[in-house]
């Protein structure tokens, strides 16, 4: 985020809480297809789990041929700021290096390193993704007196984010039950499956959702 002061910009950086729930979603450059046979959608989540997890704590999520949606809770390393720095360009900016918080610094490794598989394996070169993921703040945990929105009630927005989620594929016509769609975590909370992306103990204790375990 740049924020003129005089003539001049000085950057500052969004950091992300611990204490609060977000909507993470964005899409193929375009409207282009980001996944285009199930070998994508694996190597995705393999870098889900390399980049993504160490820095937040997945509710849940769901890819769809051009775009994707996760909501998470940072871990605590993930709201804190990383020794990396990103270089900034623009008008009237001279040399100045961005703070970047390790969970902005996953997604970057995330969407950067599955771009490149991508683009090996089918021949292309530059952006897949849009320029500038959304991070979405859906809920503050902290309590009411100390300026958040407290524990989360039945009739939440992320209640509302977690099952737009899982919509998606039926939205789109894509199946007709969200169980049927293999790449959210729907079918993971109605019955065995578990790929190891969801914390399912987290979800339960904020938005009281359970996993059914048969």
């Known amino acids: 985020m740049f924020r003129r002061t005089g003539t001049k910009f000085s950057v500052h950086f969004e950091m992300y809480s611990h204490d609060c729930l977000y909507h993470f979603y964005n899409q193929g450059i375009n409207g282009q297809a980001i996944f285009r046979i199930e070998e994508n959608y694996d190597f995705f989540l393999g870098k889900v789990k390399k980049h993504l997890l160490p820095n937040a704590h997945v509710l849940a999520f769901c890819l769809m041929y051009n775009h994707f949606h996760f909501l998470l809770r940072p871990t605590e390393f993930g709201a804190s700021q990383s020794n990396k720095k990103v270089p ?57 007196e100390d300026g958040g929105q407290g524990t989360i009630p039945n009739s939440s927005y992320p209640h509302t984010v977690f099952n737009y989620l899982h919509q998606n594929p039926v939205s789109a016509g894509i199946c007709l039950d969200t169980v049927t769609w293999d ?19 987290m979800a339960e204790s904020l938005l009281r959702v359970r996993k059914f375990r048969g």
């Open 88 to 144: 900034v360009h623009g008008k009237n900016i001279e040399n100045e290096m961005l703070p970047i918080c390790n969970l902005s610094y996953g997604v970057q490794m995330l969407l950067s390193t599955y771009t490149r598989g991508f683009n090996k394996a089918y021949h292309r070169s530059g952006n897949l993704f849009r320029q500038g993921s959304n991070m979405k703040q859906c809920w503050d945990l902290r309590p009411l």
């Open 183 to 201: 790449w959210s975590s729907a079918r993971e909370y109605q019955g065995p499956y578990d790929r190891g992306i969801c914390d399912f103990e």
